[in-house]
């Protein structure tokens, strides 16, 4: 009897134990792929902080004996910088598990991205018609943009990865139930970058703008070639609102 009693009292700590996992985070802002630094992080299960992490010189922070399928980080310090914290962390094989997460700015600094972002797309977008050579040079350049090749670096799946860790469905288009496809297009140079940032076709002011903050917030692409020179191109890129 008392070794059936045992075997019985060493599986369920086995279960209990098995039914722990860890949770590595990896914080980073997306544009830099910057390690965030001394970043205190507060873990919630519903509305309740069930611990407190503060991320090393990688970025890093770990939890340790989870319980929950799901949680909720808020940053607790540095909001002077970034805004509170991602939405919901799901895990529900509760097995041992490595989260990149992106770090955005705060409300204020994204207004001023936004803002330094049409001053630079502006003459880009619109152009400035001294005289009409001006204007014949530009269309030549138009014609030069190759919608083609160019790619965000990983390929498809690493950018809908870069997207689903990214995006920020805002809480006024949750209330108002606005769901859609904004078309987003925009400029690849030469080295990468990104410029002239447009919405073709739109869904909600505040939808747009969490678009354009999406392709704002991206790292360099890939180029795309013609005879295996980098050249400026023309992308175009639908961007899913959907609510479950």
Known sequence: MKSILSIFFIALSMVTFASKYSMTCTFQEPKTSTSVIGLEVGLYYKSIKVKTATTNDKGQCVFYDLKKADYKLKFLNQQDRYEEGPAFISNPSKQNVNHLIYVRWNKE??????????????????????????????????????????????????????????VRYPQISIIMNEQGRVYMAFIVEPDGSIDAIK?????????????????????????????EEAVRTLCRLPINFTLN
Do not use: C, H
């Open 199 to 227: 919405v073709e076709r739109g869904v909600s002011a505040d939808l747009d703008r969490e678009a354009r903050l999406l392709i704002e917030y991206m790292p360099n692409w890939l180029p795309g070639k013609i005879d």
């Open 109 to 166: 600094k994204e207004e001023k991205m936004l803002e330094e972002a049409n001053q630079r797309d502006k003459p880009i977008l619109e152009g400035i018609k001294l005289s009409d050579e001006d204007e014949t040079q530009r269309e030549e350049q138009l014609m030069d943009w190759n919608d083609g090749d160019a790619s965000f670096p990983g390929g498809e799946r690493a950018l809908a990865n870069y997207i689903a860790r990214t």
